[in-house]
Structure formats: C-alpha cells, structure tokens
C-alpha cells in the first residue's frame, strides 16, 4: 500500500480489482435533512472505487448519517482544484474505476463543481449516471406559489454591482419563472437590483434553509423582500422570480444598444435613458447600469 496524493491510501488490490469498463456516477446529497438521502446513495457509496467530494468532513457526517462505512478511496474535488483533479480522475475512469461525486448538497455540477469532469468523461465515451435526489431548485420552485410549467435556472447573480445590474436587466422580459442562488450577506442588494431590473412589484419568493429546522418562504413584491432582506438574514438561500407578464418590452441588449447609438451621436447618456425608459417600461437605471457597464468602466460624473 502507498499513501495517496491527498492523504488517502490507495490499495493495489483494490485499483487492480477494476473492471474494463469505468464509469462516472453523480450523487445527488441532501440539502439539509439526512433523511432525504436516495437510499441508492448508501449503496453507491458502499461500491465505488473512488468518491470525489467538495469537502470530505461533509462526506464523513454525511456516512455517518447513512450508517455506511465506504472503503473507496477517498479524493478532495472543489473549485480550487478542481482543473488538476480532473485529469486524474479521468485517468482512473479510463483504468476501470467506478467514481463517486458528491458535492456538499444537491447534484453535481448545478452551481457546483461537476461540469468539468462530466464534460472530460463525454469526451472520452466513459459512461455517466447520476442517483437522483434533493434538490434546492426543485424544491423552491414548488413552494414559491409562481408558475411551475416553464422555469430557467440562473444559478448565482454577479457580485460586481454594475455586473448584477447588467445580468438583471438583460432578464426583465423572461417570460419564464427565475430561480437564483444567492449568499445571504448579498441578499438585500440582489433583491434590490431586481427590483429596479423588473420593477418593485414582481412576485417572488426567498426560500431559506430549504428541510431544515429554520426553513422558511417569504413571498412578496421584490422591492418588499429587499427591505425585509435588509434586516439580514442567515442561512442557504434560493431566489424564486416570477416571469415577465405578457408584453413585456424588447430585449435590454437592443434597446442598450439603441441607446449607444444615440449618445455617440451626441445625446446626454441620462437624458437618453430617461426617454428610453418611458417608452419601454424598462427601469431607467437598469438601462443606465447597463450601458455603463458593456462599456466597462465606471460611471462617469454627470453623464
């Protein structure tokens, strides 16, 4: 036996017990409630080669949670290192290895690290599976009482105010019901540059701490959820946005682009976005936002 890269042992007899054929398995966790676990993800566990997670303490509260003991070989996989591991676990795929990913919650990949590894794995035709399983997506969107039947997944806004504002802006005609991730110290400000992006009224929801013992839904106008937010507020949050009511104005990338068009040919930036947003119903600040921003630089003083 000899100790791995990562402080883990790596057994011959093991690696060698391999089969021809690898394959990849992503490993939906819980997002809060152990009980919620797949109990396909107890087995999986049990019969992998190799179980790559974002962080390993979690993975060893999370066994011992399911009452299972893995005896794989155990890899750290984050976002840090997420480029190096890659290549090693696509090395051991190739040799036969069965590979376990578990993130800290939810499915690999969603907003979590994954993509790379599924993306090396396609390309060399090793097969891919997933235990399905909890999902703070999912969940939200069921809860929030904003229609279900067509929905888009954001992940996680900018946190570069100009950038927020830009992302937001280009969504405000998504006819399509939003759902963001959000960290909770930055809460309040996204809630707000939405407010101003979709107007103060849009119904959304905040689901916080989704299955677990504090969970809460707050449900309102977004610029009312802002000022709630401002108070602070703890935990895992997901953002749920109602989609823009039928005719919405065009899209902010052309009217963005309209407006460029016009200042350099003389106009004053707010004098344009002021008539801009009059004629379209977009917020005059998320144009404004906007257009600094796709010029990227700062606001300059008194345009």
Known sequence: MKPGGDGFVDDPATMAGMTAAGVLVLAATPIGDSRD?????????????????????????????????????????????????????????????????????????????????????VAADIRVTAVPGPSAVLMALAVSGLPVDRFCFEGFLPRKAGDRARVAAGLAAEPRTMVFFEAPHRLAESLGTLAEAF????????????????????????????????????????????????????????????????????????????????????????????VVARRGRPSPPGS
Do not use: F
Request: hydrophobic residues 45%; glycine residues 10%; aromatic residues 2%.
């Open 37 to 121: 676990a797949a109990p396909r993800l107890a087995d999986e566990l049990l019969g992998a080669d190799v179980i790559a997670a974002e962080d390993t303490r979690r993975l060893r509260r999370l066994t011992s949670a399911l009452g299972v003991e893995p005896t794989a070989r155990i890899r750290s996989y984050h976002e840090h290192n997420e480029a190096s591991q890659t290549a090693e676990l696509l090395a051991l795929l190739r040799g036969g290895a069965r590979v376990v990913l578990v993130t800290d919650a939810g499915m690999p990949s969603v907003s979590d690290p994954g993509y790379r590894l599924v993306a090396a794995a």
């Open 199 to 290: 107007g103060p009224d849009r119904p959304a929801a905040v689901c916080r701490e989704l299955t677990k013992t504090y969970e809460e839904v707050r449900r309102g106008g977004l610029a009312q959820l802002a000022q709630w937010a401002a108070e602070g507020v703890k935990g895992e949050i997901t953002i749920v946005v109602a989609g823009a009511p039928p005719g919405q104005p065009a899209a902010l990338d052309e009217v963005v682009t309209g407006i460029q068009a016009r200042v350099a040919a003389g106009e004053r930036l707010k004098d344009v976005c002021a008539a801009e947003a009059a004629r379209t119903g977009l917020s005059r600040k998320a144009l404004y936002d906007a």
